[in-house]
């Protein structure tokens, strides 16, 4: 061996390419590059919580991979990084900390911007943004005035998510179990004026999610939450009391409309505004007092199916639409004010939780669905909900019940009292929030005239986020209380007004963040026309699917209306989306502070170097399943890292001996075939799986002749390409050592020789009568008769021969040998 060197240095080296690639500018990318197709890659940006963790590292160094692998494809690749910067987490840190959420927010990123440096990454940091800084708020403030013109946004007094804890409202995506997705508190039910987007104006646009390349799981996700359901909504009109006539309907959708006959008694939601009107004298101090209970309840001890049925009747009846039949009307709480028209007809036979408030309350039980008419009983032991056919249901008996709930809505369409519908699970975005650290929403409401809600004039923008304000959570906005904030003048008029002192959900700033990068320092558009033509929408976007109907449906939202806004051409925002796995702690966890089993990936990389770091996480398994972290693990990827150190540094030594040319470049190319392959398919565990047995099987040439010196050096540099992607530092410095021109990142990725990837010889399976026996090494293509002679020549086939008969032989070329037998008469 000759030309030993110094042992791998990674912090040495880390720190040594990293000044240069910053100082380079190397990975600032034009919008247009001369002969270079365009591609846009994007990993979702961080939250500013204060340090980078492993999680982040799981999901952005396999996307920092594929961006540098398509960079050397000769692509002209955007890969930009920002901040998540507002939200709940800053406003109750500094709380806790006796801290401002702005000197919170801007130290965090301080420091997250330095731990991003050590990864390594190709961020184009010149285009970076930070969604609480005034030049970013602005056009979100912006956005928030183009859908307030065009009807997409919306004040109105409705029920909402209540976290006491935080104290604030919260969307609906943001209640997971009937608790806060945040505070994990148990959300109540609060009737409130807030600011709403009109997203059910695109539930079925985004319902068609078919052609997008999304996983399957994350697709079906977003179609699940947006719920489409098809049926009918009736009218049960509210009979008299007392001789007085009232004159209000109970409004009920359905998806069964062929259950009508089978209504025993109606249910409305506690909040229902009819409950005030029909309830009579006698009942009205129990139904206040159910009702204040029902406010208590989170949404799913309401929804829960196990636990008893509770409920209190109005003392009013409806009529059956169709038999005219008296209905009682209840309230219970298992009715959603949110959901539907906040009414349910009860059809106890075929739906179980209706079953379960019959029995619970001696309602009675009518079956219309049988298997067939024949099938009667006088007492049902639980809802039927399978299919068949109608009975007790005057002229529709006998017809399927698919057949009949066409029937019957032609029916009650020809009388009037109701009609086909189509409803959604999803309702409208509420991004009203209570809190102080968020972007101010850029109305005003006019207190002399009759001007009402007033927008801010977009040439007023950015309305500003006072420094200067308590922010202690009270249950009232904190920028109520800034006299300097809230008085000020209409716009219209010019006389006294009040600003609005709600601000924007956080995922309203992440809901255009993507669009931003691809124009940063734009002061007269939120996105040029031209910056929309270089980028626009997102090549490839990446990220957990745990942001399947907030973030990404959001997006989705916005994309589209800015579409039919004039503002943006496109339907999707993003055409590729890959959803990656949870690194979880050294106990299968998920990390935690609380479980103690957070692993600090700043630690780790000092010990071991980012490549290292790297390279175990996207080694550990496939990228979309995640899996534990092993502490042990990243010595392996290391001691790989030392090994391609030494197989670079130290070369073979010359020789007078045979070639070993073509073993070397069906290796090498063997590789690189497999390794373009997994990394355009996020196969990062088998790529550098791959890169690991090459380097071992190079190690073993210890002598090369001078015939294979040519042959030698371009195994090394395609390995070093093969390499770059994925330990870029480490890459870049062998790349120098081996004189090549700076810098490996912008060098062209190699190409595979077809020829040179067939292996010259192959195992394949020998069967007897169809059972595994043995297996031999053949040549690449042998036919037929070579592979037999060869089998009849293995000891192990031979035995199984002796005084048997061969009656078939099946033969699949470089693939199996299965000889069937019988034994001699």
């Known amino acids: 061996m000759t030309d030993e060197k110094f042992d791998y240095t990674p912090n040495e080296i880390e720190n040594k390419w990293q000044a240069r690639w910053e100082k380079d500018n190397l990975y600032q990318i034009s919008d247009q590059v001369l002969n270079k197709e365009n591609r846009y890659h994007l990993t979702m940006f961080p939250y500013t919580s204060g340090d980078l963790h492993i999680g982040h590292w799981y999901a952005m160094a396999p996307s920092d991979a594929i961006a540098r692998y398509y960079t050397m494809k000769g692509k002209n690749v955007l890969f930009p990084m920002g901040f998540d910067a507002f939200g709940l987490p800053a406003e109750n840190a500094a709380i806790k900390g006796k801290t401002h959420p702005k000197d919170w927010t801007d130290s965090n990123i301080e420091r997250m911007r330095k731990q991003l440096k050590k990864m390594g ?54 209640v997971i179990d009937g608790r806060s997705d945040r505070s994990g508190a148990l959300v109540e039910q609060r009737e409130m004026e807030q600011w709403f987007f009109r997203i059910t104006n695109y539930a079925e646009e985004l319902l068609e999610n078919d052609h997008i390349e999304w996983p399957v799981s994350v697709k079906a996700m977003q179609k699940n939450w947006i719920g489409k359901s098809e049926g009918a909504e009736i009218n049960f009109s509210i009979e008299e009391q007392n001789g007085k006539k009232i004159n209000e309907k109970i409004n009920v959708f359905t998806t069964r409309p062929d259950t009508l006959y089978g209504v025993t008694f109606m249910v409305l939601a506690p909040e229902h505004p009819l409950v005030e009107k029909i309830t009579t004298d006698e009942y009205k101090q129990n139904i206040l007092k159910y009702q204040s209970k029902a406010k208590l309840k989170s949404e799913i001890e309401r929804q829960s199916i196990v636990k008893d049925k509770t409920g209190i009747f109005t003392g009013a009846y409806c009529k059956h639409p169709l038999s005219h039949k008296k209905i009682p009307i209840w309230i219970a709480d298992y009715v959603s004010p949110t959901y539907g028209t ?109 001007c009402g809600i007033v927008a801010v004039p977009e040439d007023e923008l950015p309305v500003m986020l006072p420094y200067d304000v308590e922010f202690l959570p009270t249950g009232q906005s904190p920028l109520s209380l800034s006299d300097e904030f809230v008085q000020t003048k209409c716009p219209n008029c010019n006389g006294p007004a009040k600003r609005e002192t709600d601000t924007m959900d956080t995922f309203m700033c992440s809901s255009w963040y993507y669009m931003r990068y691809a124009d940063p320092n734009n002061d007269m558009a939120s996105v040029s026309i031209s910056a929309e033509k270089s980028w626009l929408p997102v090549d490839q976007y990446t990220g957990g699917a745990e942001h399947a109907v907030l973030h990404l449906l959001y997006s989705r939202f916005f994309y589209k209306a800015a579409r039919d806004m004039g503002i943006l051409k496109d339907d999707e925002p993003f055409k590729k989306y890959y959803s990656q796995g949870q690194i979880l702690g050294t106990d299968g966890q998920r990390m935690s502070k609380s479980r103690g089993n957070v692993v600090a990936p700043d630690n780790q990389v000092e010990k071991w170097g980012a490549d290292a770091f790297r390279s175990y996480l996207m080694f550990l398994g496939p990228w979309d399943q995640g899996g534990p972290y092993d502490l042990s693990g990243v010595v392996g990827t290391h001691r790989w890292l030392n090994r391609l150190w030494k197989l670079v540094i130290n070369k073979p030594q010359i020789s007078n001996i045979e070639t070993q040319s073509d073993s070397i470049r069906k290796n090498v190319h063997t ?31 210890k002598k090369i002749s001078q015939e294979d010196v040519a042959i030698w050096n371009d195994a090394i540099e395609k390995l070093c390409l093969m390499t770059a992607p994925i330990c870029p530092h480490i890459a870049e410095e062998l790349w120098e050592f081996t004189n090549h021109k700076y810098s490996i990142h912008k060098t062209q990725w190699p190409e595979f020789i077809e020829e040179y990837t067939t292996t010259a010889t192959r195992e394949i399976p020998i069967q007897i009568n169809g059972k595994l026996r043995t297996s031999i090494i053949i ?38 040998l299965n000889i069937v037998i019988k034994q001699k008469k």
Not at 401 to 417: S, V
Request: proline content about 2%; some cysteine.
């Open 121 to 174: 990454a190709m961020f184009d940091w010149s285009r970076e943004v930070n969604t609480s800084s005034k030049d970013y708020y602005k056009w979100t403030q912006w956005w928030f005035l183009q859908l307030y013109k065009n009807n997409l946004a919306y004040r109105g007094k409705a029920l909402v998510n209540w976290d006491p804890v935080d104290e604030t409202t919260l969307a609906n995506e943001q």
């Open 342 to 450: 906040g009414a349910v007809m009860g059809v106890p036979a075929h739906d179980e939780r209706d079953f379960q408030f019959a029995n619970q309350f001696s309602l009675p039980i009518i079956q219309v669905i049988a298997q067939d008419e024949s099938e009667r009983t006088d007492k049902l032991e639980s809802a039927y909900t399978g299919e068949g056919v109608l009975i007790n249901s005057n002229e529709f008996n006998g017809i399927n019940f698919q057949e009949a709930k066409n029937k019957i809505i032609d029916l009650i369409k020809t009388k009037e009292i109701g009609n086909s519908k189509i409803q959604y699970r999803m309702r409208d975005w509420l991004i009203s929030r209570q809190r102080y650290w968020g972007a101010p929403i850029p109305v005003v409401y006019c207190q002399d005239n009759d």
């Open 671 to 701: 590789t690189l075939k497999k390794v373009t392959f997994d990394i355009e398919n996020f196969r990062f565990n088998t790529m550098i799986a791959s890169l690991m047995e090459l380097t071992n099987e190079m190690l073993l040439i």
């Open 779 to 816: 040549d690449s293509g042998a036919d037929k008769e070579e592979v037999i002679n060869l089998a009849k020549a293995n000891q192990k086939i031979t035995n199984y021969l002796e005084n048997n008969e061969i009656i078939k032989i099946i033969f699949i070329k470089d693939r199996l």
